[in-house]
């Protein structure tokens, strides 16, 4: 065992549970389930694959204690009998490979990941503030119901074979936190009011399913330290709802969150906020109880993990992303082979950006996560016959077959024209706040250096070369490039593309104006790039709002960031004209014309266009010829890792 | 295939004779031992393994008042094969954009693979003007580095840089910039017998071809407004106060836990355009600022 995480592979102990190391994969609504409110195979293997990669506990995302409170009609119903055959299924095959499985309940109560939901309750009729949609304002015999709910629920997971289980009691979601909230619950019963009123519906929920499951059976809770909100609370306050949650003497665990649905740019934080910044809230739990805390919030590293459990802020290292990037994350850590750990890097495409609109979780390095009887663990097979495989392009989906056609034995040599891997991986990570996306390319990288990939840098290599080399196979994977602009004026000097201004290939002026027809990071993030060197922006774009196709959560930082800085966002419009030093615009609805005035630089993103000169070069004169990733039709990481992933176990 | 690395190193007081005129809030170097600066053995040390192993040659710099000799004395006996002080009275206290600035004035001419910094000085602690240095000439730099390797090409060196939670380890091509930590190597002492003599040279402004006018240290956009004794905290941790604004904790945690530098900006064209807009700046953004406090 490799000394330096001795704290991380220590045995901990929650409860009466024993857990074979401080690594918990955090739960998380994963939409691999079906409507009928029960496990699914792919559930199953879902988790299987974590437990398979070494993970300590395993605590599965929030089922539902009562029909009210389904944040999506795919959650599971954990009140109902039915479920314990997949319960059983899921626990023992967990249980196979050492692994703790725990299962959190949860009433969504006023939050919902449906769109417009049936009906949501909440103490007081409101809205949660992120979404209008309103609440019917609970009786005390609704009350009673979700009382009653988690009680049975309860004692389902108990008979389903799982070591524990979590109340979602006041975490970033759900009813129960709703009632302690001094904004969402105005209640003038016994319910509301006072902190301990407050606090009565979640404090009886723990007494009633401590009745339930009896007194060696472990139930933690899961807390929110810090709202996030103008409105909400911060972490004076989560202390001391952690102090009357451990008050009751019938919880063994905390589990530490923060935001909320209004702020779940905090709960599940993108790229810009730093790894491991929620330490301090874990450590502050801490001074609130003696009981076990799992720290949360961005931690995808060994090292990381152990300063925060070596400097005593938490007792066990709580992880989501990290472990659906890479399910093999402890393992790799525990046999010190650190740099083959694929790191999240906390983008939100394949994952929250999914689910959040109900669909099954993916990630856009790890094709497996979701589909793990695809391509999980151990379904990688050896080539029948080994090819001699030629791979054009080091950006993310050379890189990817490379990795996936050398892993099954063929010999594989890739070229790539610069003089570094990675295509433009390496212009993108030169946003702000945007770097830690090269990790996509270093974990690549590390992967063909391991396998002995020959790797020819800084080699444009043509068709006549490919001829003379006898490859079985070759892969032209020679990605993208700015498209052309047909705006009249696009031929001025000052007029620009995005790779002109990341490269930092041209001056630009003071005042500068962004086109974007992307509505992603080329258009939001460019801008950023400029605001950060003092320019005055205008960013225009046909979208609704600017960044329109990006994750929520990175769109809310980043207009945090930028918005008082100098920018302004100019949607629903597209560019008609570039002038010298003005630019003429249109709404793309009324056709109403208007000229933005003592313009510098014009930046235009417009997409990219395949570059893939080669493939019609080699047509017919190669055995097998394949043209992926952005050569084919330029797209994003997730969708070039995918397709290169199948062709890779295809060849 | 040789080395040409040219090493960064200062004459510093001696550790806890560092004292702050109250005026000025510049050192006071007047009447205090001085030492080579800690940071700086391991650069020598380094650079002088790296010419025994692969031949080469290894340039101490330093700029400072005339006394700084010792500085470059102690480099060339500990291996350094020459030294060059920089030495003008018009630099008298630069900060540290300045101080790179002119080393950059001298090393420009010089042909060379590898500069090498000492991580920062025990007199001031900035870890700045490695890093602005590689800026002004131009070149890629690594901070906090721990190891260095050369690849058999020799054209490329990894590098591992230490971070606050493990390290990283990076490839660059050279001419390169690297600050290194302390402990990178044990630096040998230095052999008194060697004699120095020819293998100093002094260097002032005048000898220099620089193209900024009147070029000196009132050019430093840095003024140094108070220092004071750091309050000793019980633990070194990220901690956002409970109390601030919900908007005010999310924008520290994004910055990791900085306030915002709403007032910075990017000096990007060639050094005469940049000087001159540095000099607009201080004379109107920041005079103003100071003339009204």
């Not at chain 2, 071809?209 to 000196?216: A, E, L, R, Y």
């Amino acid at each position: 065992m490799k000394e330096f995480y001795s704290h991380l592979f220590s045995p901990g102990k929650i409860g009466t549970v024993s857990i074979p190391n401080r690594i918990v994969f955090l739960p998380h609504y994963c939409g691999l389930e079906t409507d009928d409110g029960t496990i699914t195979q792919q559930h199953i293997d879902y988790f299987a694959e974590r437990a398979k990669g070494g993970v300590g506990l395993l605590i599965i995302n929030s089922h539902a204690v009562h029909p009210l409170g389904k944040m999506s009609v795919k959650y599971i119903e954990a009140w109902d009998p039915k479920v314990l055959h997949g319960y059983r299924e899921l626990s023992s095959e967990i249980h196979k490979y050492g692994s703790r499985i725990f299962v959190q309940l949860s009433h969504g109560g006023h939050s919902t990941l449906t769109h417009p939901p049936q009906l949501l309750i909440a103490p007081t009729q409101m809205s949660e503030p992120s979404y209008h949609y309103n609440t019917m304002e609970m009786g005390i015999e609704d009350i009673q119901e979700v009382v009653d709910g988690f009680t049975i629920a309860a004692r389902n997971v108990m008979e389903g074979g799982f070591d524990g289980v979590e109340i979602k009691g006041a975490a970033h979601d759900g009813l129960l936190r709703s009632f302690i909230s001094p904004y969402f619950n105005r209640r003038k019963d016994e319910y509301g009011g006072s902190f301990e009123n407050r606090m009565r519906l979640p404090l009886e929920v723990v007494q009633a399913m401590r009745q339930a499951v009896g007194p060696s059976f472990v139930i933690g809770v899961r807390v929110c330290m810090d709202e996030f909100t103008s409105w909400g609370y911060s972490s004076e306050e989560g202390k001391r709802i952690v102090e009357a949650f451990a008050g009751t003497g019938e919880i063994n665990y905390f589990s530490c969150d923060a935001g909320c649905f209004s702020s779940f740019y905090m709960e599940i934080p993108p790229m810009c906020i730093p790894l491991g910044f929620a330490e301090y809230l874990s450590a502050e739990m801490r001074e609130a109880t003696d009981l076990p805390v799992i720290a949360f919030g961005r931690i995808n590293d060994p090292a990381l993990a152990e300063r925060i459990l070596s400097s005593g802020n938490a007792d066990f290292i709580g992880m989501a992303r990290e472990l659906i990037c890479d399910p093999e994350f402890p393992r790799k850590a525990q046999e010190g082979r650190e740099d083959e750990i694929r790191h999240c890097i906390a983008c939100q495409d394949g994952c929250i950006y999914r689910v959040m609109q109900d669909e099954p979780i993916r990630c856009i390095q790890n094709p497996a996560a979701g589909r793990e009887s695809l391509f999980g663990l151990g379904t990688l097979q050896g080539a029948k016959r080994k090819k001699k495989v030629l791979v054009v392009g080091g950006g993310p989906a050379g890189l990817k077959v490379a990795e996936v056609a050398a892993r099954r034995g063929h010999r594989v040599a890739l070229f790539e024209q610069d003089n570094e891997l990675g295509g433009q991986v390496n212009i993108a990570a030169r946003i702000p706040h945007r770097e830690e996306i090269k990790d996509v390319i270093r974990y690549l990288a590390i992967q063909l250096e391991k396998l002995a990939v020959d790797i020819h840098l800084a080699t444009r290599i043509t068709a006549g070369d490919i001829k003379t080399m006898e490859a079985d196979a070759v892969i032209v994977a020679t990605g993208s490039k700015p498209a052309p602009s047909e705006i009249p004026g696009s031929e001025g000097e000052h007029v620009l593309t995005v790779w002109d201004v990341l490269l930092e290939r041209k001056s630009l002026g003071d005042h500068v104006v962004i086109f974007d027809i992307t509505r992603r990071w080329p258009g939001l993030g460019t801008a950023e790039f400029l605001v950060e060197r003092g320019k005055k922006v205008h960013i225009i774009s046909p979208g609704f709002y600017i960044g329109e196709q990006l994750e929520p959560s990175n769109v809310c930082l980043a207009y945090q960031r930028i918005l008082d800085r100098g920018v302004t966002l100019v949607p629903n419009t597209e560019v008609l004209e570039i002038h010298n030093d003005s630019v003429t615009t249109a709404n793309v609805y009324t056709g109403k014309t208007e000229r933005i005035e003592e313009v510098d630089t014009v930046v235009l993103s417009m997409g990219n266009r395949s570059v893939n000169d080669l493939c019609a070069a080699l047509k017919g004169s190669v055995n097998e010829l394949y043209c992926i990733g952005d050569a084919q039709a330029p797209r994003l990481i997730q969708q070039v890792i995918l397709e290169a992933e199948e062709l890779g176990r295809a060849l | 295939m040789s080395y040409r690395i040219i090493v960064c190193i200062k004459q510093v007081p001696a550790l806890g004779e560092v004292r702050i005129d109250p005026d000025t809030h510049n050192l006071v170097r007047e009447s205090v031992p001085s030492v080579l600066n800690p940071f700086d053995e391991f650069a020598i040390e380094e650079a002088v393994r790296i010419r025994e192993r692969f031949g080469g040659i290894v340039t101490a710099i330093t700029m400072g008042p005339p006394q700084a000799e010792s500085a470059l004395k102690t480099a060339v006996q500990m291996g350094a094969d020459l030294g060059f002080l920089l030495t003008d009275r018009r630099l008298a206290g630069s900060d540290t954009l300045i101080t790179a600035l002119a080393l950059s004035f001298i090393i420009n001419p010089m042909e060379f693979d590898l500069v090498i910094c000492g991580l920062e000085t025990t007199d001031s602690s900035t870890a700045q003007v490695g890093p602005e240095l590689a800026e002004k000439l131009n070149l890629f730099h690594v901070t906090y580095v721990s190891r260095l390797e050369f690849d058999h090409d020799k054209r490329h060196v990894s590098v591992t840089r230490e971070t606050d939670s493990g390290y990283q380890v990076m490839r660059s091509r050279l001419p390169l910039l690297v600050t290194l930590v302390k402990g990178i190597n044990v630096p040998r002492e230095p052999d008194t017998q060697v004699s120095v003599k020819d293998r100093i040279k002094h260097v002032s402004l005048d000898d220099l071809s620089i193209s900024i006018p009147n070029f000196s240290a009132d050019l430093s956009p840095t003024q140094v407004v108070k220092i004071e004794r750091a309050k000793t905290r019980n633990r070194a941790q990220f901690v956002i106060d409970s109390r601030l604004s919900a908007r005010d904790r999310i924008r520290m945690i994004m910055q990791g836990g900085m306030e915002q530098k709403s007032a910075a900006v990017m000096l990007d064209e060639d050094i005469d355009g940049m000087l001159k807009k540095l000099g607009d700046f201080i004379l109107q953004d920041i005079g103003g600022e100071w003339q009204r406090r």
